[in-house]
């Protein structure tokens, strides 16, 4: 599960704080995000200058927003083939996004993936030791 990419993309929708962050990955992919991580995975990406936080809301939460160095890597982010089901899900829900294009873009990086892979081989017969066949 890429968490840093999936909070730079759900961060293209609008400034969230880190439990709304984590909640909408759990609505749109069906996979669970430790909200520790998040808190983390926000800190690294505004230390690298991609995100930056807002003052604290009545309720005393922090949310981000992307700056314009984060806006440009969560485009590479969400226009990167998705092979996996949890990246598929989220870029897959993402507003505007092309789904016929994701689907083919999916089965290309599926074929390359395939092809770079060895020749098909089925279970080895198993070695026989010295014992006759049951009749």
């Not at 439990?19 to 808190?39: H, I, K």
């Not at 897959?92 to 092809?115: C, K, N």
Request: hydrophobic letters at 40%; proline letters at 6%; a positive charge.
């Amino acid at each position: 599960m890429d968490v840093r990419g999936s909070l730079l993309a759900l961060l293209t929708l609008g400034p969230c704080h880190g439990a709304q962050l984590a909640a909408e990955v759990a609505e749109r992919t069906g996979a669970s995000v430790n909200p520790g991580q998040v808190a983390k995975t926000l800190a690294r990406l505004e230390s690298e200058g991609l995100v930056e936080s807002r003052p604290r809301d009545a309720a005393g939460r922090v949310s981000y927003r992307l700056t314009a160095r984060g806006s440009a890597e969560a485009a590479v982010w969400l226009d990167t083939p998705a092979v996996d089901g949890f990246r598929l899900a989220l870029t897959g829900s993402m507003p505007g996004v092309d789904r016929g294009a994701l689907l083919t873009s999916v089965q290309e990086a599926a074929e390359e993936i395939v092809a770079g892979l060895a020749a098909p081989r089925g279970f080895a017969e198993p070695r026989r030791r010295g014992r006759r066949p049951r009749r």
